[in-house]
């Protein structure tokens, strides 16, 4: 059996060497290096497999999701609301920018933003939601949509964790993940499901009055040469990271399924085993990119997994240990314990077990073998 890994890059760059030999190849040869033909390629291609107007390239998912903010004109006090178990950035970003922000619980099923929880935080300074999309599945779009028009919110997807999947509407339409709120914010992180050999990111809108705005927000507040109408950043994605990027976009479905293919086998595994909750997913495999698998452990033994899975060469990940409204950087006293029930469940029970493009069957059965070995015990 190989050598069990949590992201194996490796293995999936073998498959593409040469395609991406090339593409560098030729980045080198040419020398643009910055806002070159592959950037503008990788834009095209990313616009038109998204089903969405604008891609906006920018240099990693962080600045997607600031640059995003600062494109929607937040102004300092306005009031956004976010998910409270999720990566830091989310909620780094907003803090940045002076704006408010309001933590919220999830769902225990899908881990994801809870509808009543933004509903009851909703306040006549809240200017926007921001669902994250997480662990690679939609949060609930229609509703989130809804409330939005309701109340007169932005939302502003962060879609870093599931590029590629699909969100059904109520009457069966569907849209890929990042195209469906104002505005969207990715990350090219190298272990993110479309990863590049650095750091990457980009913001997705279907307004062009918005995809103006934020062209000029990447590049120095500027719309023509040195005249800089609003405060800017400089965040830019380089062309051999777009190089790298288009040649695996091709590819992106295939990898999709193949995490997908390998979270049902999982799940078939584990479905029955007793302390442990397998993740909720339909069976349109479209739906769920699995950027992670996460399963709950329900017998308060979830440390001790970690401890037994390492010491037999299984690596796995607790994402997320802490909530953010216990983060020091972002405590706030208006906050209560008691509006994050589910939070504060989860980062007791989860645990992520190894997921890329590359495990194989022996693998998938050695992990599942040694969960089970720990429940029953
Ligand atoms: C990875 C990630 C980001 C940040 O992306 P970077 O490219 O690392 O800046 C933001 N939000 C979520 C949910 C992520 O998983």
Do not use: W
């Not at 927000?217 to 830019?236: A, F, I, K, L, T």
């Not at 390998?262 to 799940?267: C, E, G, I, N």
């Amino acid at each position: 059996m190989k050598k069990i890994q949590m992201v194996d890059l490796k293995g999936q760059y073998e498959a593409i060497k040469d395609t991406v030999k090339n593409s560098i190849d030729e980045v080198l040869e040419t020398s643009a290096f910055i806002n070159g033909p592959y950037v503008h390629q990788f834009q095209k291609d990313l616009e038109s497999y998204l089903d969405v107007k604008h891609v906006i390239p920018c240099a990693n998912g962080t600045d997607a999701l600031q640059i995003a903010m600062m494109g929607l004109g937040l102004k300092p006090g306005d009031e956004v609301i976010t998910a409270d178990f999720t990566f830091a950035a989310t909620v780094e970003v907003i803090a940045l920018l002076n704006l408010t922000p309001v933590l919220v619980d999830v769902n225990e099923e899908d881990f994801n933003i809870s509808i009543e929880a933004i509903e009851k935080a909703i306040t006549p300074k809240t200017k926007a939601i921001v669902p994250v999309h997480l662990f690679g599945q939609c949060a609930n779009m229609e509703a989130i949509m809804k409330l939005a028009e309701k109340h007169n919110l932005f939302v502003i997807e962060d879609n870093a964790q599931a590029i590629g999947a699909s969100y059904t509407f109520e009457d069966g339409t569907q849209k890929k993940a990042g195209t469906i709120g104002h505005v969207a914010a990715t990350s090219f992180f190298p272990s993110k499901n479309l990863g590049c050999y650095g750091d990457g990111g980009a913001i997705f809108t279907n307004d062009d009055k918005l995809a103006h705005t934020l062209r000029g927000v990447v590049n120095h507040g500027m719309y023509e040469r040195y005249h800089h109408d609003v405060v800017g950043v400089n965040s830019r994605l380089d062309s051999i990271q777009a190089a790298v990027l288009g040649a695996k976009l091709p590819n992106l479905d295939a990898y999709n399924e193949a995490r997908y293919l390998a979270a049902k086998k999982y799940t078939e595994a584990l479905k029955e085993c007793e302390h442990v909750i397998t993740p909720s997913f339909s069976d349109k495999k479209e739906e769920h990119v699995f950027h992670q698998y996460t399963l709950r452990i329900t017998n308060g033994k979830r440390d001790d997994l970690v401890k037994y899975l390492n010491e037999n060469g299984i690596p796995c990940g607790v994402y997320y240990p802490i909530p953010l409204h216990l983060q020091k950087a972002y405590s706030d006293n208006r906050y209560n314990e008691s509006e994050f029930k589910t939070t504060n469940q989860l980062v007791k029970e989860v645990i992520s077990l190894p997921m890329h493009t590359e495990l194989d069957d022996d693998q998938i059965d050695f992990i599942t073998s040694k969960v089970i070995e720990f429940v029953n015990r």
